[in-house]
């Protein structure tokens, strides 16, 4: 029997059965192969959290102050510059893109032969998983700004690292965690994992964002540093998600991740043309 025969057998359109196959991978139990992922014990995971905790202390009381204070006499063609800069640091210029793709390939689903639906199956589960590395982050760091209530810099007049309004949910009392550094930190892990070639370039666009955010005075750099932690960090879990379903990634016999070959875009052509040629035929 057909998909569309499957599809209409079980009361659904192709398009929701195609769908709801591409999710469902999402939710089957992890593979055997997950075991051998490198555990991290709770010991390794709190160290980590002390260590953080004391470098943010440290920049907090020795930097904070003082970098924010030196970012307003810069000139203001280089604050300018960097007004600009800071922009791209908005995790919507990649959610948006990969949300339209996902729509897209949900809507056209039941138009795809079944060779057509396996490559469009593959890169939508690229793209999910581009999309939930970047926008989990995001969400989880929004919710932390309003529960610690940091001021943004000169909210109080002055260049006061120590002002806090816990449970303030407001723009002028979210400083900590930054934002654009959580969003760009995460793009850079999740690309990253995919195409490993990228991360100097994605690093070096982290770099940028992080020190536009302290040039426009949006944020202490304690703030961007645990914007930085927090978003690679929750891309890192989302990765290891997919890896332990064999969704993208492999695990490799030593335990790491690495990224299953995409489909290329020589193949996606071919087979785009082969598709067009035997409609055509027709």
């Known amino acids: 029997m057909t998909d569309i025969g499957r599809a209409r057998a079980g009361g659904w359109p192709l398009a929701a059965v195609r769908v709801r196959g591409w999710l469902a991978h999402h939710r089957r139990p992890p593979r055997p192969s997950a075991a051998r992922m490198r555990r991290f014990e709770h010991r390794h995971i709190a160290a980590g959290f002390v260590i953080l905790a004391i470098v943010l202390a440290a920049v907090l009381a020795l930097f904070d102050a003082a970098a924010v204070i030196d970012a307003r006499a810069l000139p203001a063609a280089v604050q300018r510059f960097f007004n600009v800069i800071t922009d791209y640091g908005k995790s919507g210029w990649f959610l948006w893109p990969l949300g339209v793709f996902l729509a897209v390939a949900a809507a056209c689903a039941g138009r795809f032969s079944d060779r057509m639906g396996l490559l469009v199956a593959s890169l939508a589960t690229r793209a999910m998983f581009l999309f939930m590395a970047i926008a989990l982050p995001g969400i989880a760091v929004n919710i932390l700004k309003g529960i610690i209530g940091r001021a943004r810099p000169f909210v109080g007049g002055a260049a006061d690292p120590y002002l806090f309004k816990p449970w303030t949910w407001g723009h002028a009392y979210g400083s900590f965690p930054s ?93 785009i043309k082969r598709v067009a040629a035997g409609r055509s035929a027709q």
């Open 179 to 271: 934002g654009h550094a959580t969003a760009a930190a995460s793009v850079a892990v999740a690309f990253g994992a995919l195409w490993p070639r990228l991360r100097p370039v994605l690093w070096a666009y982290v770099l940028a964002i992080l020190v536009s955010r302290v040039v426009v005075t949006a944020h202490h750099p304690s703030d961007v540093l645990a914007g930085v932690a927090f978003g690679a960090a929750g891309a890192w879990l989302v990765r290891r998600f997919y890896a332990a379903r064999g969704l993208g990634f492999a695990i490799g016999t030593d335990g790491r991740i690495y990224p299953m070959a995409g489909p290329s875009w020589t193949r996606i052509r071919a087979r």
